[in-house]
């Protein structure tokens, strides 16, 4: 697998699972109906902020797509912040991971002192677990910040890790 800076020529590729995944309404607090222009907007982030995609090395199919950013700014610019999104087709053989690791190193050479996930849903196990075994914690829930289509009101967790 390889990360690599995304470019607007990926996001063809990248649509269809953004799409899905947003529009799904278990994980991202995004507008559900985001159109495939303003979905560009909100993934494909200026710099100094930066987007990658992970790619299939052999068939150069898009496995998946981090965006990483300043979490705030100011007297607060020096945490860091990322956002993942896995193909769906693609789960569950590493692409995550990679994509968060691949971030933490970002964040770290960039400067940044910490890195922390403003909401992480609670119910979104899998996420949890990996950040969790990354180095994150979970450091305030607020309670039933996410309105999940299938499981209600559920907490949406700050993760934090020290860079």
Known sequence: ?????????????????????????????????????????WWLLPE?????????????????SAKMNRNHQGNGSHIASASYMVDPAHSGRGVGRALAEYT?????????????FNAVVASNEHAVKLYESLGFTVIGTLPEGFRHPTEGYVGLHIMHRAL
């Not at 902020?49 to 199919?61: F, I, K, Q, S």
């Not at 933490?104 to 922390?116: E, K, L, P, S, V």
Request: charged share 25%; hydrophobic share 45%.
């Open 1 to 41: 697998m390889l990360i690599r800076e995304a470019t607007t020529e990926d996001w063809p590729a990248v649509w269809p699972f953004f799409h899905t995944i947003v529009s799904a309404g278990e994980t991202f607090t995004f507008p559900l109906d985001l159109g495939f222009d303003e979905g560009r907007g």
């Open 48 to 64: 100094p902020n930066r987007t990658v995609v992970a790619v299939d090395e052999e068939t150069g199919a898009v496995l998946g």
């Open 104 to 116: 933490i190193d970002w964040a770290r050479r960039a400067g940044y002192r910490a890195m922390q």
